[in-house]
């Protein structure tokens, strides 16, 4: 957003998300090879897929952060909802234990720190959202 510096935290946030498209474009890659030599191309295929998408997602969710795009904002809050929602399923589904509850507890405050920091009001204004 011109005009307005972009905040330290939006630079760490960016970053961490190139790092994991980065990564994501690695592990979808590594999915679809390993899905060809298991004789499992569809199923490689078809995960590979979901994981590529969700790299380039988090590729430009990165590059948004520092260009100050709007839609990064929100696309960002949204995520930070479904992990958290996504913390509580899994732990859920393993059966409520103790090393359940422990997993789930950082896979919520780290979201929740985010959803902090993104309303923050000067986060807000150089995302164009206040």
């Known amino acids: 957003m011109a005009g307005v510096s972009r905040p330290l935290g939006v630079t760490i946030v960016g970053l961490l ?8 474009l690695l592990a979808g890659a590594t999915v679809f090879m390993a899905g060809g030599a298991l004789e ?3 199923l490689g295929a078809f995960t590979g897929s979901i994981v590529l998408i969700v790299a ?4 430009a969710l990165g590059i948004g952060c520092f260009m100050g ?8 809050v949204l995520f930070a909802l479904i992990n958290i929602l996504t ?3 899994n732990w859920w589904m ?8 422990t997993t789930a507890l950082v896979s919520i405050i780290i979201p929740v720190i985010i959803l902090w920091y993104l309303f923050r009001d000067n986060v807000k204004v150089y995302f164009g959202k206040a």
């Open 17 to 24: 998300y190139l790092f994991l498209g980065l990564i994501g």
């Open 40 to 42: 499992l191309q569809g």
């Open 56 to 59: 380039i997602i988090n590729l």
């Open 69 to 76: 795009w709007g839609w990064v904002w929100t696309l960002a």
């Open 87 to 89: 913390a509580f399923y």
């Open 94 to 101: 393993a059966g409520h234990t103790m090393a359940g509850f």
